[in-house]
């Protein structure tokens, strides 16, 4: 039954720790994703006001740390008592109730009650039992070593003391403790610091704390009939007595005690009686010191599911360690032939649990444990809101326009223009710049040149002399361009025609395309553009070799820059 339970448990967490998953999957980023802006100031408490003013007027580098809320826990789970006596799981009625409250981004104080029911039953026999009172009490015989040396049988049957030499009981320990714990704990957070995520929907938690343990231990050592359970202790351990593995055989040890075995009845569920306490068992006065009061210490760690900005799942352990051997209510070791001696350690509880944790408060933000410090400084790198800024400042240590730290020349001589990358411009490519070169264009063939960027272009000479020519035409047109374009209208490809076709007629004469210019680089680049394109509508149009024309630009006063001529040569 238990274990079904617990599977139940398991699959209830996984399904709520897979929804805490998907809802926290993504995040705004920047310190909003906390759930507040850092200059919001109304989460602000009154008495640090004075340090939120000194940020936002960025006379303080640190913002004030903001009101956060209050968590407030309910838990339940199972509680089990690591002491001399096997436990068992009981899962009902166990519950605890949390108030955490965050100093800090780390650490916090969280207030704790716990209220635990815990069972046990050893699955092994005993036979030193002889300063168990409640046992010997119950009419339970067993073997003690007197002052004198003798072992001799004792049991104290309704508070009358009697031994007894032919008989010596077996018992199997037992017991039902009733606890309630209140502590004040320090937990520490250990994964909210995130340096490449905004935040986390799972923290991850550990800490200790100290408090105080009040509990009531009773023993099942009667039926119902008020009768003692020794037949069936002993009946059940002569059963088992030759087994080789007695752990192997605990169910079956443990379901004949419940169920009964020979003859005798099983046990039943009532823990009459009070099992021995601190300040010992009172045989006359049973109701006695029914309660332990005792300091205690405890370690925990757990795990957090957000599920929302108000509420998370946690799955906790926690282990409380109690100042007494009693909590099972035995304490004597198992020592069959003398007088038995106290265990040496005290006993301690384990509360493995599930719980909901809801954050309370207005005007609050979360509990700081579920904050990322860095997240303010990563969004304020990122984009600057508050960080003062120096005022830029663009060096141009030539001063040709481009700064020097886009200047891929960085000593431009003074008054050479340059192009995006303040390089001086060279037009022409012939390693001369614009502002000294005194032939802005030099045509490739005529280069290299000279210190003013002037080439020498080579004279042309083929194998052969060209055919003399006899009967040219000497009626070729003249062609006009509006402004300082180069393209060529209508009419000038018309008249072009007409070239070409006196060319063809006569293939043993060449043309000359003679332009016109002022003395300006500028002038003088467009006069190049003209003839270049006259003489690429002759060849690429036309058909004419481009080794029968030949262009020219002449300097002139710019009486005539916008006509082209074409002669015979």
């Known amino acids: ?175 039902k403790t009733k606890l309630q714990d209140l502590s004040l704990q320090g937990i520490f957070t250990f994964n909210n610091v995130r340096f490449h995520k905004a935040k986390t929907g799972i923290i991850i938690y550990g800490g200790g704390g100290i408090g105080a343990s009040l509990y009531r231990t009773k023993i099942n050592a009667l039926g119902a009939d008020g009768k003692n359970y020794a037949g069936l202790y002993n009946a059940v351990q002569a059963k088992y007595a030759n087994e080789p593995n007695l752990y192997k055989k605990r169910k079956d040890i443990r379901k004949d005690l419940n169920d009964g075995i020979a003859g005798f009845a099983g046990m039943d569920d009532t823990y009459e009686t009070d099992a021995q306490s601190n300040r010992g068992f009172n045989a006359t006065r049973p109701g006695v010191d029914k309660k332990t009061l005792k300091p205690s210490g405890n370690v925990l760690a757990g795990i957090a599911f957000k599920l929302g900005k108000r509420i998370n799942l946690a799955i906790e352990d926690r282990f409380t360690f109690v100042k007494t051997d009693l909590l099972d209510g035995q304490q004597w070791q198992e020592q069959p032939d003398s007088d038995p001696a106290e265990t040496r350690d005290f006993d301690s509880y384990n509360y493995a649990s599930v719980g909901l944790n809801f954050n309370l408060g207005g005007k609050s933000v979360e509990p700081l444990y579920w904050l990322n410090p860095l997240d303010y400084a990563y969004s304020e790198l990122n984009t600057p809101k508050h960080m003062k800024l120096p005022k830029p400042t663009f060096d141009d240590a030539d001063g040709d326009g481009v700064v020097d730290q886009l200047d891929r020349e960085p000593n431009t001589p003074a008054g050479c223009p340059v192009d995006t990358h303040g390089v001086t411009k060279d037009t022409d490519g012939d390693g001369v710049p614009d502002c000294k070169d005194k032939q802005l264009i030099t045509p490739t ?26 009967n040219c035409p000497n009626d070729y047109p003249s062609l006009t361009f509006k402004g300082n374009g180069s393209s060529l209208s209508s009419d000038n490809m018309a008249m072009l025609a007409s070239v070409a076709s006196k060319m063809k007629a006569n293939p043993n004469c060449n043309v000359t395309i003679n332009g016109t210019s002022e003395t300006n680089k500028a002038a003088q680049a467009v006069c190049v553009a003209r003839n270049k394109a006259i003489q690429q509508y002759l060849v690429e149009k036309q058909g004419i070799s481009e080794s029968r024309i030949s262009t020219n630009c002449e300097v002139g006063d710019g009486t005539n820059k916008n006509t082209v001529d074409i002669r015979s040569n």
């Open 1 to 175: 039954m238990v274990s079904k339970k617990l599977k139940l448990l398991f699959t209830l967490v996984m399904l709520i720790s897979a929804g805490a998953f998907a809802q926290t999957g993504s995040t705004n980023g920047g310190y909003m994703s906390g759930g507040y802006s850092i200059y919001d100031s109304s989460v602000v408490p009154n008495r640090s006001s004075g340090q939120q003013n000194e940020f936002l007027n960025n006379n303080y580098s640190f913002p004030a740390k903001p009101r956060n809320m209050i968590e407030v826990g309910i838990s339940t789970g199972i509680a089990t008592i690591s002491g001399d006596v096997s436990s068992r799981p009981f899962t009902a009625p166990n519950f605890g109730i949390t108030v955490r409250k965050s100093l800090g981004y780390l650490f916090s104080l969280r207030a704790a009650y716990l209220n635990t029911t815990m069972k046990g039953q050893n699955w092994k026999a005993s036979a030193a039992f002889s300063k168990n009172a409640p046992l010997t009490y119950s009419g339970y015989y067993a073997p003690f070593r007197t002052a004198a040396g003798p072992i001799v049988v004792a049991s104290f049957p309704n508070g009358v003391y009697t031994t007894r030499s032919s008989r010596a009981d077996y018992v199997y320990y037992n017991y």
């Open 445 to 470: 063939e005529c280069q290299p040149v000279d210190a003013d960027g002037i080439g020498k272009c080579p004279v042309k000479c083929c194998d052969a002399p060209p055919p003399p020519m006899t």
